[in-house]
């Protein structure tokens, strides 16, 4: 079974720019998740999708970030424009509505994200 | 407020020698638990979950935790610990209450691991 994917996995851009990372979770896994990890601290979600609902996007950025899940498979997460503060690795995760009880999620390798 | 609490940012250890990373927990109600395991470069990986039941809980890679709720702690170890157990530790806890169960995460402890 293949894993959580994303890309990049690097990116380095000067801040005020715009970014996108892309996501594609393990088939059939109905939840979505990205988090935020900055150096030095735990993930922390940035919005967790049901199919293509959002479920929560309490702590997301809205003025700067946003996410969609089109056709409830793939995600994008997008930064418009880009902040120092932004620096940080962005980590995709996906879970099984079928096993949603065990709440076990399934992470992605991340895309470290660099504002200059 | 819900939080998760791992007190010690970083750790050293022999290789062979044994590990406790500790975690403890504010909720009101018994949460389940969860520990991940971040190499670097890498995403999370789940080492073991505690939903119920015994409260000694094995894992992967040699690990086990240890649920007590008089002291609302979920403390890992490892009798030996291996050069490649070198890592980040994350422990992980979710509001056991139904709806909406959101995950929040402690700040995590690197571990060293010195030959």
Known sequence: EAGVAQSPRYKII???QSVAFWCNPISGHATLYWYQQILGQGPKLLIQFQNNGVVDDSQLPKDRFSAER????????????AKLEDSAVYLCASRSFRLAANNEQFFGPGTRLTVL | AQSVTQPDIHITVSEGASLELRCNYSYGATPYLFWYVQSPGQGLQLLLKYFSGDTLVQGIKGFEAEFKRSQSSFNLRKPSVHWSDAAEYFCAVVPNSGGYQKVTF???TKLQVIP
Do not use: A, H
Request: glycine share 16%; net charge positive; no cysteine.
């Open chain 1, 14 to 16: 000067e801040k005020r």
């Open chain 1, 70 to 81: 089109l056709k409830g498979v793939d995600s994008t997460l997008k930064i418009q424009p």
């Open chain 2, 106 to 108: 402690g700040t995590g």
